[in-house]
């Protein structure tokens, strides 16, 4: 099945700093990579995503790279903010019997200081 | 938010009790999942349903059933719990069609003594 490795664990980071995040994943037939942001006591929130079809996307200050033939897709998030401290987690989607299942990573827990 | 809650939000319970968690959506969303969280291995699918009364099971199935009677509730039981389901549940959903982002509700911490 789907493995899903995400480095590095813990990232710390100065306030304006640019953040990259980077996972691979295992499974060539994974076609839509998300990513979700987890603050303190909450559930996680999808911020950014990308189908295998598209190499990169930009949303304001976070953007996802993807190489479909090494298999990894990294985010980057530039000028960094302290409210951008969180933990994230990248996803690949494998389809399953009757439905889709998101495999995650372990997720990065990201510390923006000011 | 996509109106998705859970219940309880904390729980303690004994060793070799049996315990159920509840997720409700108000959004008709298809599909709905539970994962459970733990340091170091993010977030891992237990079971997932697709539809009212079809589910399947995710990477760490065992010692976990899981029920969808209508499309709003599904429901995770323990039969009986042990000290590894410790953890922190949250339940998703997500639309039917080409929509892949799931929406997740605040989570259950859960703790097996």
């Known amino acids: 099945g789907e493995n899903v490795e995400q480095h590095p664990s813990t990232l710390s980071v100065q306030e304006g700093d640019s953040a990259v995040i980077k996972c691979t994943y295992s499974d060539s037939a994974s076609n839509y990579f998300p990513w979700y942001k987890q603050e303190l006591g909450k559930g996680p929130q999808l911020i950014i995503d990308?189908?295998?079809?598209?190499g990169e996307k930009k949303d304001q200050r976070i953007a996802v790279t993807l190489n479909k033939t090494a298999k990894h897709f990294s985010l980057h998030i530039t000028e960094t903010q302290p409210e951008d401290s969180a933990v994230y987690f990248c996803a690949a989607i494998l389809a399953g019997t009757g439905g889709f299942k998101t495999i995650f990573g372990a997720g990065t827990r990201l510390f923006v200081k000011a | 938010d996509a109106g998705i809650t859970q219940s309880p939000r904390h729980k303690v319970t004994e060793t070799g009790t049996p315990v159920t968690l509840r997720c409700h959506q108000t959004?008709?969303?298809?599909?709905m999942y539970w994962y459970r969280q733990d340091p170091g291995h993010g977030l891992r699918l237990i079971h997932y349903?697709?539809?009212?009364?079809?589910?399947d099971k995710g990477e760490v199935s065992d010692g976990y059933s899981v029920s969808r009677s209508k499309t709003e509730d599904f429901l995770l039981t323990l039969e009986s719990a042990t000290s590894s389901q410790t953890s922190v549940y949250f339940c998703?959903?997500?639309?039917?069609?080409?929509?892949?982002?799931?929406?997740f509700g605040p989570g259950t911490r859960l703790t097996v003594t």
């Open positions: 990308i189908r295998s079809n598209v």
């Open positions: 998703a959903s997500k639309l039917a069609g080409d929509s892949y982002e799931q929406y």
């Open positions: 959004e008709n969303h298809r599909y």
């Open positions: 349903s697709y539809g009212v009364k079809d589910t």
